[in-house]
């Protein structure tokens, strides 16, 4: 690690790097230490815990990927094309972490909070922005009618990218299907799917 940055921040670089494979569980400090070349003394002179430590790494990560989720995305946009591109930025942000949010699925399963708390704030940030955009595309849509929509726009734009990635990468899927399957994830195939919901749920005519 170079000597250029604060202990803290090396302990938290060595953290986003291995976290993906090890896990909240096998993500021990001694194993923190040695990655990031420091002592696990320092370690917890610097953290109250290690709950508090990865915390920290969580709110840092997803700031960097994705801090553009703000109530103020593409304001300067008409309400349906934001809506497309908040599915379509947010389809690429997913599939840039897909590592790191299967990981962090898993450890929520495991019942580990810090895991489930730092998911769940990503998903009420989408929830809300999504709320948000679609209460300007139809004033007069029912709560439970935009919560029927965006689980549609979740289920079918990015859980697919987790699972195609995920089945992948444990070989789940056949050879000879696995280059297909990947196809459906560039830039053009997710734009495509989030188009095909768009007008699914409000119609060609009213696209941009």
């Not at 320092?42 to 990865?54: G, M, R, T, V």
């Not at 109530?71 to 591109?85: V, Y």
């Amino acid at each position: 690690m170079s000597l250029d940055i604060s202990s803290s921040q090396q302990f938290i670089l060595a953290a986003e790097k291995l976290y993906p494979q090890l896990g909240y569980q096998k993500l021990s400090v001694r194993v923190l230490a040695e990655e990031a070349k420091l002592s696990s003394g320092l370690f917890h002179h610097l953290f109250a815990n290690k709950d508090d430590f990865i915390s920290q790494v969580f709110a840092q990560h997803f700031e960097q990927a994705f801090g553009w989720l703000a109530p103020e995305f593409a304001a300067n946009q008409p309400p349906i094309e934001r809506l497309r591109q908040l599915y379509f930025q947010a389809a690429l942000s997913l599939r840039a972490q897909v590592p790191w949010v299967t990981r962090m699925l898993i450890d929520s399963a495991d019942n580990v909070a810090v895991a489930q708390e730092s998911v769940q704030a990503l998903a009420r940030r989408m929830f809300y922005l999504a709320r948000q955009i679609m209460r300007d595309i139809a004033p007069n849509m029912s709560d439970e009618a935009a919560f029927h929509a965006i689980n549609q726009l979740h289920t079918s734009i990015l859980l697919p990218i987790l699972a195609a990635n995920t089945f992948s990468r444990i070989r789940v899927i056949p050879d000879e299907l696995r280059q297909p399957v990947l196809q459906q994830l560039t830039d053009d195939a997710l734009a495509q799917r989030v188009d095909w919901m768009m007008n699914a749920l409000f119609g060609a005519k009213e696209m941009p």
